[in-house]
């Protein structure tokens, strides 16, 4: 069983910085990759940023040059550091993992952390 657990979600003011983090625990064999998505109420849920085994990222384009994704392969946590943040970023920030466990690869999901991003 896997379990994604996420920290460091908040209130910050406009322009602020906040760092999450999501900490997979389990029998996980190997993770392909590492995804930040949110959720901002009555809009669906989007990427905002990935990141695979081998370092590659990519980000939306609202959050270019403002985050950044990377990774601790050895405890199986993704970070995202998010500066000059905007109140359109508020939103729930959902980490989701693409693992192995055996026999298969699925899709894992965090329970989720508020952002609020206002004066």
């Not at 550091?81 to 999901?109: G, I």
């Amino acid at each position: 069983q896997v379990q994604l657990v996420e920290s460091g979600g908040g209130l910050v003011q406009p322009g602020g910085s906040l760092r999450l983090s999501c900490a997979a625990s389990g029998s996980i064999l190997s993770v392909n990759f590492m995804n930040w998505y949110r959720q901002a109420p009555g809009k669906q849920r989007e990427m905002v940023a990935s990141i695979t085994n081998s370092g590659s990222t990519n980000y939306a384009e609202a959050v270019k040059g403002r985050f950044t994704i990377s990774t601790d392969n050895v405890k199986n946590t993704v970070y995202l550091q998010m500066n000059s943040l905007k109140p359109e970023d508020t939103a729930v920030y959902y980490c989701n993992f693409r693992a192995l466990v055996f026999p298969r690869w699925a899709d894992y999901w965090g329970q989720g952390t508020q952002v609020t991003v206002s004066s």
